[in-house]
């Protein structure tokens, strides 16, 4: 009996020891020894708190930061929309660092060493887990490896040229809905004070809604209603969102957010049960529809290599395809509205374009090529409203980039708006509304500075795959509201773009709309 008690001692001793010597070293040994290898070469930041980091300091200036609009109207965005990183940077240096609970994330602001990140995406990768985004998307955003590239060959087919076309229709219809709504609201008077926010939020879920689920599509907008509210339900956790078992600590936002994480996966799971059902009896096509698109080629690809998508692959994707396909339209829709009510003559310049290759009768397709002014305007508002203003990388081994070797536990934060608004890279007007620097096209833009360091849909062969669904889509809405409306930026209006999953306007989008006879 005391030999086999002894026995249990030591076998608690060993375990407590073992275990106690990884909770030590994740939560001390080893950030302290990266924050030494990152001070040796030449990064600065905060020292590291225990467990915390700069969570707490992050949490609090973000907190603040979305209290308040911007002091004054400006295209120089970063102080606002960034608080904690524009303070880091500000107090440290463009070769900084910051702490995500014991994980070190150091900026990197070279162009030509972000092409390089993300051209080798093997050896970068997405950073696993990454609490906030794994919350919210999965599919082919975070998927790497063998997996990525099985799942971007089965969803490719989906967003081709010929697809993109057959979904044009369905996407003029939601914005031609929009578009009544507007004129019902100027019918009396000839103009209105509008927070166009909300319906242009509203047009992207819908869009996103009939073209990725069809006839499916009011079942399908319930997805946009829950993943808007777990997003909101993201920033309320923000400051127990880096720690170990954040999910089964017991606060009413966490129970919340399980409950809507369960009930999105039954929702989709219905749909696309009921997709599948249609289909084998023949009562829908492949082809009406992305998730019919994504079924077939799936099908296709279990045909002809054993293995597929599986169910909870389709989810994933269809969730990526709610929150990416509707939050970086929407932004970019918005931002090009409230940049037009600034900048009044390159509303009249894209007017009439418009009118000239189109009238004031329908749009088609193949016109859309011909708008080389809205297409600049585009360009010029996704480099200053980028949809997604930083992107994080990671190693799990040591790794050369430049003249440095990571080590693995480093994690790197591609700052993509701190690129686009670099006065060195784009000239003294770098945060100024210009939207001809893009006239002789994106390479030229910087005017002889170089191959143009532009990043709105990432870059290298993880480039947004919807890319050109959300161009297709903003210049139909662009195009059918200028036909109708001019408008300028109403006495309410508060600058704030402030991001979230992307960069919406967390104050809304207050315009005075004009309705042309």
């Known amino acids: 009996m005391e030999t086999f008690t002894k026995l249990v001692i030591t076998i608690v001793v060993v375990v407590v020891v ?55 109207i400006t295209h120089d965005i970063t102080s606002y929309a960034l608080p904690f990183d524009h303070h880091i940077i500000t107090k440290y240096g463009e070769k900084s660092f910051i702490w995500l609970g014991p994980n070190p994330r150091m900026y990197i602001r070279d162009p030509e060493l972000i092409k390089e990140i993300l051209l080798r995406p093997d050896e970068f990768q997405k950073p696993h ?66 927070d166009v926010w909300p319906y242009i939020d509203n047009l992207a879920g819908d869009v996103i809604s009939r073209t990725a689920f069809g006839s499916n599509y009011e079942e399908g907008k ?15 956790m923000l400051f127990i969102l880096h720690l170990p078992g954040r999910r089964f600590i017991p606060t009413k936002a966490n129970k919340k957010f399980e409950e809507n994480r369960v009930e999105l996966q039954t929702v989709l799971r219905g749909i ?11 009562e829908a096509s492949h082809c009406d529809d992305l998730l019919g698109i994504l079924l077939e080629s799936n099908s296709k690809e279990i045909e002809e290599d054993g293995v ?53 009768g329908e749009l088609d397709f193949e016109g859309l090529k011909n708008l080389k002014i809205l297409t600049m305007i585009l360009n010029e508002v996704l480099r200053l409203y980028t949809p997604v203003i930083m992107i994080t990388r990671a190693t799990d081994k ?57 990043f709105p849909f990432s870059s290298g062969p993880r480039v947004c795959i919807g890319q050109n669904f959300a161009i297709t889509e903003a210049k139909v809405a662009i ?27 967390q104050f809304g989008a207050h315009l005075i709309l004009h309705k042309i006879s």
């Not at 099985?150 to 081709?160: C, D, E, G, L, Q």
């Not at 600034?342 to 509303?347: A, V």
């Open 129 to 194: 887990p990454e609490p906030f985004r794994d919350s919210i998307v999965g599919g082919l955003l975070v998927a790497e490896g063998h997996k990525w590239t099985k799942h971007r060959k089965i969803i490719t087919p989906a967003f081709n040229l010929q697809n993109l076309k057959i979904m044009f229709s369905a996407i003029g219809s939601s914005c031609n809905d929009m578009v009544h709504e507007w004129e019902l609201l100027t019918a009396k008077t000839g103009s209105a004070d509008v």
């Open 222 to 236: 319930k997805i946009f209603g829950i993943q808007k509210e777990q997003i909101d339900l993201i920033f309320q």
């Open 18 to 72: 073992r275990y106690g010597w990884k909770i030590l070293n994740w939560v001390w040994l080893k950030p302290k020894k990266l924050e030494k290898w990152l001070r040796n070469e030449g990064y600065n930041g905060n020292s590291y708190k225990l467990l915390f980091g700069d969570m707490i300091e992050l949490a609090t200036m973000v907190k603040e930061g979305r209290s308040k609009p911007m002091s004054i």
């Open 308 to 360: 597929g998508m599986s169910m909870e692959d389709v989810i994933e994707e269809c969730k990526l395809f709610y929150i990416a396909g509707s939050e970086t339209t929407s932004n970019l829709i918005v931002y090009t509205m409230v940049c037009l009510s600034l900048h009044q003559e390159w509303q009249i310049k894209a007017r009439d374009e418009i009118l000239q290759v189109f009238g004031t």
């Open 272 to 282: 696309i049960d009921k997709k599948k059902k249609a289909i084998k009896l023949g």
């Open 479 to 505: 195009a059918l509201i200028l036909q109708r409306f001019s408008f300028e930026l109403s006495p309410s209006y508060q600058h704030s773009p402030f991001p979230v999953f992307t960069m919406p306007p």
């Open 398 to 454: 040591e790794t050369k980039l430049g003249n440095m070797k990571i080590p693995p536990g480093v994690q790197l934060s591609l700052a993509m708006i701190h690129v686009h608004h670099d006065c060195e890279i784009w000239g003294d007007d770098a945060t100024e509304f210009k939207p001809d620097r893009f006239s002789e096209g994106v390479i030229n833009a910087t005017r002889g500075k170089g191959s143009s360091p532009f």
